[in-house]
């Protein structure tokens, strides 16, 4: 069951209440009858704090009534002067603790109260979690135990072993306080371009896959720039609405460390995604459930003491969604693994991916945008950009946009440098045809130097050959001798998003093709740590043998 902030404080507020007015009536049972005794023992840094909150209420600062001394406490001042009380022989207080261990316990116990108190009454409102309030409760029933205040100990335990059904049944609660779903998302930047354009019917797929509950793991994989964040970020969005709520909590992490805008490649700041580090990870989690940042210092902490606080999130919540960002980025094996064996029903995981988790995760490729889509998005961004295309026709618009494949931050990024670096619409679009721009750069580049060797093969081949790409030419040029290596390699470069196959007709036939897409060939061509010359002769020599 899912509870509104404003429920879960104003319930906690009694529980307050209730600890507090407990320890006063404690105080007053054993001080009150001889207060003017009591009262020279207290410290002067009560008395004079006492002092200072009755001349800001205007109250009278004369403490010779207990009535009136008590009124002008602060929270955790009746359990201190207890405490005080006891080592100087006040009977009544001494035989609440049979040593000063015990005493030490209650005051620390006193501390975690305390800190719960500042949690309610915070002035930014910081987010209370009912894990926060069964620590209140096993903390409160210490103190209750050590100061006479059993049936409240009773009271804080019953409520602690059944919370939610006492939230729900207090005077507190109400349908109206309910919060869907908390989370940590990001704001989707494609909100500023009139929201996210095409993509409908893979929305409908993947929802409808959480609601059925068959697969833990989703993935959206898909070439760099093809907005497979973008689409996660809209689904998580589409998880907040009553009518799809399927999770009570949505984490969001990112491995993505840089962004691509008109000035070139620029660095996150690290506070917003997660290194391929185990600690690193779980601590990104935690930070995300807690929508704050859970540790400032990992070397301060173990792996074991951030999976104990996950495990403990696990057993107190369910219905989590994680989603992992840019998991392409990631290689560390415990963090793999994790995702794969410590996010378990009823929890589930949505990655984005150029290539996805392997068998564990049911995949979802983002293909380019259709036609109509990508006319959308040109729209959309040519409004928010203020960019006055009017005197362009939609077939030369149609044209621009097949050289960006219709990948959507393609697109983005030519529009971006026609409204800031006022360049013409034709010739932002012409820099696509440039070997060497940052664009391919961001999309290409990390994805090529993991490739496997004969991967690249492939490529290079693909980029020199001009005429049809038959896969058998094409693995003769590579000089792959292995069906098992072509396979190899071609399920790669598909996993990635840079070639896709297809069986045409020719004079020969049948025949089945690997092709490179445009803007892949264009960043091949730009690579120059390569031998032309070999795959050029076997070009030749197969060319005569045709």
Not at 1 to 20: A, I, V
Not at 128 to 153: G, M, P, W
Not at 445 to 455: A, F, I, M, R, W
Not at 464 to 476: F, G, T
Request: proline share 2%; hydrophobic share 35%; charged share 25%.
């Amino acid at each position: 069951m899912q509870f509104g902030q404003k429920t879960l404080k104003s319930f906690s507020f009694e529980l307050l209440h209730d600890l507090e007015i407990g320890i006063i009536e404690t105080l007053e049972t054993g001080i009150s009858k001889e207060w003017t005794k009591w009262y020279t023992l207290i410290s002067k840094g009560i008395l004079d704090k006492a002092s200072k909150t009755a001349e800001k209420n205007k109250r009278s600062t004369d403490f010779n009534e207990f009535d009136n001394f008590k009124q002008n406490l602060d929270f955790a001042d009746p359990l201190e002067i207890i405490a005080y009380l006891a080592g100087r022989e006040n009977e009544y207080f001494k035989r609440l603790f049979k040593s000063d261990r015990e005493k030490n316990f209650v005051q620390q116990a006193m501390g975690q109260v305390n800190r719960f108190r500042n949690l309610i009454f915070h002035p930014g409102g910081k987010t209370v979690y009912i894990t926060d309030i069964k620590e209140f409760l096993r903390a409160s029933q210490i103190i209750c135990d050590h100061t006479n205040l059993s049936n409240l100990s009773i009271k804080f335990k019953n409520i602690e072993k059944d919370i939610e059904n006492s939230i729900a049944s207090s005077s507190h609660y109400s349908d109206y306080s309910i919060e869907m779903v908390y989370n940590n998302l990001p704001k989707a930047d494609y909100e500023d371009w009139y929201g996210l354009v095409g993509r409908y019917e893979i929305k409908k797929q993947v929802i409808e896959d959480f609601q059925k509950g068959y697969n833990r793991v989703i993935a959206i994989t898909g070439g760099g720039g093809i907005g497979k964040s973008a689409l996660a970020i809209d689904l998580c969005y589409q998880f907040l609405k009553p009518t799809n709520f399927l999770f009570e909590h949505i984490i969001w992490i990112t491995s993505k460390n840089n962004f691509l805008d008109y000035s070139g490649i620029n660095t996150l700041n690290p506070q917003y995604y997660y290194s391929n580090n185990y600690k690193d990870f779980l601590n990104q989690f935690i930070s995300g459930f807690y929508k704050e940042l859970y540790k400032t210092d990992l070397d301060l902490v173990t792996e074991e003491d951030l999976e104990k606080e996950i495990y403990e999130i696990f057993q107190t919540y369910n219905r989590i969604l994680c989603v992992v960002d840019n998991l392409e980025n990631i290689d560390d094996p415990k963090i793999l693994d994790f995702i794969k064996n410590k996010i378990i029903p009823p929890n589930y995981v949505l990655i984005t991916s150029r290539k996805g988790l392997g068998e564990i995760n049911k995949a979802y490729k983002l293909e380019p945008l259709d036609d109509i889509s990508a006319l959308q998005l040109f729209e959309n961004l040519s409004k928010y950009y203020q960019i006055n295309y009017l005197g362009i026709n939609v077939k030369t618009i149609k044209e621009l946009l097949k050289k960006t494949n219709n990948y959507p931050l393609v697109i983005k990024w030519c529009l971006s440098l026609v409204a800031n670096k006022k360049m013409e619409l034709e010739a932002a679009f012409s820099e696509l045809n440039k070997p060497q721009n940052v664009l391919l750069e961001f999309i290409f580049e990390k994805v090529y130097k993991q490739l496997t060797k004969d991967s690249k093969k492939i490529l290079r081949s693909l980029a020199i050959y001009k005429d049809i790409p038959d896969r058998n030419i094409i693995a003769y040029i590579a000089q792959l001798d292995t069906e098992e290596q072509l396979m190899d390699s071609i399920f790669e470069l598909e996993q990635h998003s840079l070639i896709n196959q297809e069986r045409i007709d020719s004079k020969n036939g049948i025949i089945e093709t690997i092709n490179l897409l445009g803007l892949a060939q264009t960043f091949i061509t730009s690579i120059t740590n390569f031998d032309r010359k070999d795959y050029e002769e076997r070009i030749i020599e197969i060319e005569q043998e045709l």
